[in-house]
């Protein structure tokens, strides 16, 4: 399984960024995936989830903000970022749970600031 995770960046308090993650290796279409992020110095935790029906959950730091949407004809994982804070700092990765195992992408790293 591999996980490939883009789009992250520099944004200003307020900006927006849009985070992909390309998925092979797995049945993308019947799989819940998620996103992740771990600040500087911070565990990594849950941002968002989207089930293989398209049902979907966000951490309450998030709820308002962030849309997980998939695409699964393009094997494709996908989180809108908008009103950033610089709280949002961190590296984000995308994440599938499959056969027992847990799958990471290689994370990409937003930056919000001034």
């Known amino acids: 399984v591999q996980l490939q995770a883009s789009g992250g960046g520099v944004a200003q308090p307020g900006g927006s960024l849009r985070l992909s993650c390309e998925a092979s290796?797995?049945?993308?279409?019947?799989?819940?995936m998620d996103w992740y992020r771990q600040a500087p110095g911070k565990e990594r935790g849950l941002v968002a989830t989207?089930?293989?029906?398209?049902?979907?959950n966000y951490a309450d730091s998030v709820k308002g903000r962030f849309t997980v949407s998939r695409d699964s004809v393009r094997r494709r994982l996908f989180l809108q970022m908008n009103s950033l804070k610089p709280d949002d700092t961190a590296v984000y990765y995308c994440?599938?749970?499959?056969?027992?195992?847990?799958?990471w992408g290689q994370g990409t790293l937003v930056t919000v600031s001034s």
């Open positions: 994440h599938a749970a499959r056969w027992g195992r847990d799958f």
């Open positions: 290796g797995l049945t993308f279409s019947t799989n819940d």
């Open positions: 989207i089930t293989s029906g398209g049902s979907t």
